[in-house]
């Protein structure tokens, strides 16, 4: 009897010791993990010193060079602003552009740390070419250009038109798909090259012009008169343009989704390039004061430092002003539509910064 | 004066009455098209301006010239582009040594050409020795990248395709059969595909970590390519080569090699330079295809220049640009080569 209780004992003490052993792991690695972990890719950027952010060889608004050669542009904008919060400097970005046939090739292969270069977010890309789809900048989708003086308000009235458009199997697919779901007859006419597009629908040689939304703004302003060409609303594909990394690093993930998601919320709470410094100190709005650092750990717990999203701020402005700066009324003239925040009626709804 | 003129006119327009039908329909075309097209590109043009708001009707230069710099330079920094001018000075003393008919020491020069010059231009271009600033190859561009190009595959192809072709005509069959294998291979595969594999696949089976410059992969891609096209244009000399000349150097007693060195190869060089030259010349046209790789040659940035919003919709002005450059560039070779063949046939060559 007095064996068995001694037994019992034994057992207890050794079940006592395994736990106490297993809680001081799990406190162990509990710690580990709230240290601050930048991830492989953010040390690589760190020590070499730049960003390699693979963008557009060339497209109107999202990526282009100037008579400088300076890099401009939407997706530009965006490789500033992660570089402001990683590396303090929206300077330190290596561009490299790049055409559609190699663009993913070159991520996988590690030559560039990130794609932001106007490509869609699909499932084949996520799952298929190990990618990470880590945010999405610009809503795009497949629109038309028309003349004005065909009065007509919707793609659904254009029966018997016909549309210049690049080749590439989707705009063809999309518009034959959308005429046949609308009982109506659109033809195609195809190019090679957008300028030949553009030329032959000044010409009068078709009634119209389709790309994705991003680029109609851009052809409307190349034509002769602008005026003469009206953008319908119409939009019949999804195009959701974004952010894409490497699958396999987290924490790198993280740090370009909460870039993004900076952006947003600095434009949802009135934040700006100009008055970002001030709120620092001044705001009393929980999210400004989290966002900017002034409160919580949250650049510590990205394994950046407190002010990362300030920077990013402060490199071409909120998600609004650099909108402006490239699609505004004063650059291409794209109107926001799907591209607003969710406040005014768009997509954009950046996750709470708690 | 007037009498010989029309005897010219008789005889080469209007020799029968065909000849002269089509003379006139050639006169009615060109009366059709060139007053529109002089009118575009200089009455109604535009030469300068700081965006495309100045545009007409006609062709808009103010967009070569505010890209100028960048259609020769690329991104390579303004304050270092003096490194891009000396650097083509020193190729173009080579190439004048190399290429001057009377020069005593002409071999030295063209080896000189293919060693000492792409190491000077390279330290000049590149930096990050002797206090020059080191500019990364991705900030090249422009017709710097076609010339750098053309240059560095040509020096590499030239001797790779001399090996070949000699390999080709060897005796050892496993030496043959490998010459013959790369060559048919690479003469076999479009240039595009080649570009494509040296991208896109060769990093792939790089260890980790180890990249390769993009601009270094674009070169190794077309030299193996050029190399084997070289190949085949030194291989069609040593075959012009009649069998009393390889005999002539066994009979002094020379080998293989110095057989090679001395008899056979100045001889054959002399027939196959328009070959070369035109391989050359082809390779320069080809180089606008690293474009599609994300290298931005002078094609490549003249399309890029187009997407800047303050210059939408000027491809016809680059183009017609991009062309004029190459056809300068590609026609003055040709003359050189032709110069050169009436100098062979002069000579009494073979």
Redesign the interface.
């Given at each position: 009897m007095r064996e068995r209780a001694r037994d019992v004992l034994k057992r207890l003490a050794l079940c006592a010791g395994v736990s106490a052993a297993l809680a001081v792991t799990t406190a162990g690695a509990m710690a580990q993990s709230s240290l601050p972990a930048p991830g492989p890719t953010v040390e690589a950027i760190k020590k070499r010193g730049e960003l390699i952010c693979g963008v557009d060889a060339g497209i109107p608004g999202f990526a282009f060079q100037d008579s400088a050669g300076k890099w401009k542009g939407f997706d530009v904008a965006y490789c500033r602003a992660i570089a402001a919060a990683v590396l303090g400097d929206p300077e330190k970005v290596k561009y490299v552009g790049l055409t559609a046939k190699v663009r993913f090739t070159v991520l996988q292969a590690g030559e560039i740390d990130v794609l932001i270069r106007d490509s869609t977010l699909t499932f084949s890309r996520d799952v298929q070419l190990g990618l990470t789809e880590v945010a999405i900048n610009f809503y795009a989708g497949q629109g038309f250009m028309v003349r004005k003086s065909l009065g007509v308000k919707e793609a659904s009235e254009l029966n018997g038109a016909t549309l210049c458009m690049v080749t590439g199997a989707t705009l063809e697919l999309n518009i034959a798909d959308y005429a046949r779901a609308k009982g109506v007859t659109i033809n195609s006419l195809l190019f090679e090259k957008t300028e030949e597009a553009f030329a032959a629908a000044e010409a009068g040689r078709c009634d119209g012009y389709t790309d994705d939304t991003g680029s109609l703004a851009a052809a409307r302003s190349t034509m002769k008169v602008p005026d003469d060409w009206v953008i319908l609303s119409t939009v019949i594909s999804k195009e959701p343009l974004g952010i894409h990394v490497r699958d396999g690093d987290e924490r790198w993930r993280d740090v370009t989704f909460w870039v993004d998601a900076a952006l947003k919320e600095a434009e949802e709470s009135g934040v700006t390039k100009a008055n970002a410094d001030d709120l620092k100190t001044t705001s009393k709005n929980p999210f400004v004061m989290r966002l900017l650092g002034s409160e919580g750990d949250f650049g510590k717990l990205l394994g950046l430092d407190p002010e990362w999203a300030l920077r990013a701020i402060k490199a071409d402005g909120n998600y609004a002003e650099i909108y402006d700066a490239y699609f505004g009324p004063k650059a291409l003239g794209l109107p926001r539509a799907l591209n607003n925040l969710w406040t005014n009626g768009g997509l954009h709804y950046p996750l709470p910064f708690r | 004066m007037t009498e010989r003129l029309r005897s010219w006119i008789h005889a080469n327009l209007f020799s029968s009455r065909l000849n002269g039908f089509l003379t006139l329909v050639m006169l009615a075309l060109l009366a059709l098209t060139l007053p529109p097209l002089l009118r575009w590109a200089f009455l109604d043009a535009v030469y300068a301006g700081a965006d495309r708001s100045v545009c007409g009707a006609g062709a808009c230069w103010a967009f070569i010239d505010?890209?100028f710099d960048?259609f020769f330079y690329?991104?390579y920094a303004p304050s270092e582009r003096w490194r891009i001018n000396l650097a083509a000075l020193v190729l173009a003393l080579f190439a004048a040594g190399a290429m001057w008919p009377r020069n005593p020491r002409r071999t030295e020069c063209v080896i000189l050409l293919v060693t000492l010059c792409p190491l000077i231009a390279g330290v000049l271009l590149v930096g990050g020795v002797f206090g020059l600033k080191l500019v990364?190859t991705?900030q090249w561009g422009g017709l710097t990248l076609n010339v750098v190009l053309t240059y560095a595959t040509t020096a590499i192809a030239l001797p790779l395709g001399v090996l070949l072709a000699l390999g080709r005509r060897s005796r050892l069959p496993v030496v043959r059969w490998l010459s013959i294998g790369f060559i048919e291979i690479w003469r076999g595969v479009p240039l595009l595909t080649v570009l494509?594999m040296a991208?896109?696949m060769l990093?792939?089976f790089l260890p980790?970590?180890l990249?390769l410059d993009?601009l270094v992969r674009a070169i190794l891609g077309l030299s193996l390519f050029v190399a084997a096209y070289m190949a085949e244009v030194v291989r069609a000399g040593l075959q012009g080569i009649s069998k009393g000349q390889y005999e002539a150097a066994a009979g002094l007693g020379l080998g293989y090699w110095r057989a090679h060195r001395l008899i056979i190869l100045p001889q054959a060089f002399r027939l196959i330079v328009p070959g070369i030259v035109n391989t050359v010349i082809d390779l320069f046209k080809d180089t606008t295809l690293v474009?599609?790789?994300?290298l931005?040659d002078i094609l490549?940035i003249v399309?890029?220049?187009?997407?800047?919003?303050?210059?939408?919709?000027l491809?016809?002005e680059g183009y017609v640009f991009a062309a004029f450059v190459f056809f300068v560039c590609c026609f003055s070779l040709s003359l050189y080569s032709q110069s050169l063949e009436r100098k062979i046939a002069r000579s009494g060559g073979h």
């Open positions: - | 505010a890209r960048q690329g991104r990364p991705d494509f991208t896109v990093p792939m980790d970590g990249t993009r474009s599609i790789i994300g931005f490549g399309g890029q220049s187009t997407k800047d919003p303050a210059w939408l919709g491809g016809r």
